[in-house]
């Protein structure tokens, strides 16, 4: 299988499970946090939707190791639209609730994973070790 396949098949799942876990009732009892602590839920968030735009980015760039400007501003506009929708539909889910900070915590893990992934791992650090692989060939 291709890495295409293979990262569209990742992607997909990541995606399903994200959703899954978004509209899944909550059971137990929310735990009350002190407003001075840290919220690890807001690090989760930011990392699930991070995985996720790393997923994409694995999946979509080329043989050039590029991928179209255009492309790239559509999934950023997808990714916040549903990032913010994921967590609109928590006010209709017994047990869970909207939560600005959650779905910040989101828009940043997409909007963070694309740049991050795709301007640094892909196009500076894979591109440097595909070039010194055949470099030394």
């Known amino acids: 299988m291709t890495r295409k396949i293979i990262f569209g098949i990742f992607f997909s799942a990541w995606l399903i499970l994200i959703i899954l876990l978004s509209v899944w009732p909550e059971a137990s009892t929310t735990i009350q ?3 001075s602590e840290f919220h690890w839920d807001y690090l989760e968030h930011f990392l699930f ?3 996720l735009s790393f ?3 694995f999946w979509r760039f080329d043989q050039k190791l ?3 400007v255009t492309e790239i501003i559509l999934f950023l506009i997808a990714g ?3 990032s913010w929708l994921v967590e609109y539909i928590q006010v209709f889910v ?3 609730a909207f939560t600005i900070n959650d779905m910040i915590s989101n828009m940043a893990g997409i909007t963070c994973g694309t740049f991050i992934n ?3 791992v892909v196009r500076i650090l894979l591109k440097n070790y595909l070039l ?3 470099s030394s060939i």
């Open 94 to 96: 017994p047990g869970r």
């Open 132 to 134: 010194g692989k055949t």
């Open 49 to 51: 939707y991070f995985i």
């Open 55 to 57: 997923l994409y980015v």
């Open 66 to 68: 590029s991928i179209t």
């Open 80 to 82: 916040l639209i549903f």
């Open 33 to 35: 946090q002190d407003v």
């Open 118 to 120: 795709y301007f640094i």
